[in-house]
């Protein structure tokens, strides 16, 4: 799996239809229209998320591999 930024992964996450909902400190909460969950994606700079974090997300949005 690569590892990618915070930052990407909220740019695919609008892609693929979740909305920027409000911004806590550096922590960006996503929502989508008819889904109860929220994604929580912490935006630190270029950092890479850590692996599981970043996994769970990618199951959440959904994103594979190749997406990235």
Same mark, same amino acid.
């Given at each position: 799996?690569?590892?990618?930024? +915070?930052k990407l992964l909220a740019k695919l996450a609008v892609e693929k239809g979740w909305r920027l909902a409000r911004i806590n400190g550096s922590?960006?909460?996503f929502t989508m229209e008819g889904r109860i969950?929220? !994604?929580m994606i912490p935006i630190h700079g270029q950092q890479t998320l850590?692996? +599981?974090l970043q996994r769970s997300?990618?199951?959440m949005i959904p !994103?594979?591999?190749?997406e990235l």
């Open positions: 799996m690569k590892a990618v930024s +915070g922590h960006h909460i969950e929220r !994604l850590k692996n +599981g997300l990618m199951k !994103l594979s591999d190749e």
